[in-house]
């Protein structure tokens, strides 16, 4: 994160009231801002650049949301709430509070206590889908995996996306009694007794690197999970991407120091 003194803001001054906080690394993405906001898309020519420049796939993840105004600089202002990373950049987006508004709020469901994080609303609407995509494809770069899990039920609406556009394949990580061919398994603990999840055997082999995609990290324990039936097959989970990251949960602390993406924090 970048709260430093130098920090400097850079207004897209768009659609959203968009606010780009920098650093060194995020003020290098302006001209390439610059170049989108005039120059006719070519999904040719934007394919083949993203996959061999970091910095132009961040600068185009914001350029989704920026509705190819011109960019200039200005000073600082409000504070980011989320971070899109890439290895080499990181923008943050005063824009995350417009996704935030796109998730409902159901509280009380399924069960008293809970406030739960409706992510439908959030898909049914274009930029908000693109701005999701865009954002877990980019925790990782394409080279650095060669596979992406998707955790069921609602992992699956993301992952094959994610893998898709990462130029992967998708494995999907199921409840029990769901998968066709023989699975490994593993239980997990829950606030009342313990769940499992399966995977098939063959759908991972040893050395394979992983990213794992789901909606929500709440107390961390079926991203851990997961995690683990990874490695039971040998693979290696080179990062976690969530939607939705729930802080006061701590479930990252779960995960052991690996790779987390959040782009939304409550
Ligand atoms: P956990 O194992 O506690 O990290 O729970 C993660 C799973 O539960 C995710 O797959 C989410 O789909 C779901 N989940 C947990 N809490 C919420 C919530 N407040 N709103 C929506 N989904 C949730």
Not at 203 to 232: C, F, N, S, W, Y
Request: hydrophobic share 40%.
């Amino acid at each position: 994160m970048f709260f430093g003194k130098r920090k400097q803001i850079v207004e897209a001054g768009a659609r959203h009231n968009l606010s780009l906080h920098c650093h060194a690394e995020t003020v290098k993405i302006v001209p390439y801002l610059n170049y989108f906001a005039t120059t006719d898309f070519s999904p040719h020519r934007h394919a083949a650049q993203s996959a061999t420049d970091p910095l132009y796939e961040a600068a185009a993840t914001f350029h989704r949301f920026s509705s190819g105004r011109r960019v200039r600089l200005g000073s600082a202002a409000a504070k980011p709430r989320v971070a899109f990373s890439t290895p080499n950049a990181k923008i943050e987006s005063s824009d995350m509070p417009n996704l935030k508004q796109l998730i409902r709020e159901i509280p009380d469901w399924p069960k008293p206590g809970i406030l739960f994080y409706d992510i439908t609303t959030l898909m049914k609407d274009q930029a908000g889908l693109a701005a999701v995509i865009d954002g877990l494809k980019s925790s990782v770069n394409a080279d650095e995996i060669d596979a992406v899990i998707g955790i069921e039920a609602r992992g699956f609406f993301f992952a094959p996306t994610v893998a898709h556009s990462l130029g992967k394949g998708f494995i999907p990580v199921r409840k029990p009694k769901k998968l066709p061919a023989a699975t490994e398994s593993v239980e997990y603990a829950l606030e009342y007794g313990t769940d499992k999840l399966e995977i098939h055997k063959d759908a991972i082999h040893p050395g394979q690197r992983i990213l794992i995609v789901d909606d929500v990290l709440a107390t961390g324990g079926t991203a851990a999970a997961v995690a683990q039936l990874v490695e039971k097959l040998g693979g290696k989970v080179v990062a976690l991407a969530f939607v939705i990251e729930l802080d006061f949960l701590s479930g990252r602390d779960k995960l052991n120091g690996r790779r987390i993406h959040s782009l939304l924090h409550y």
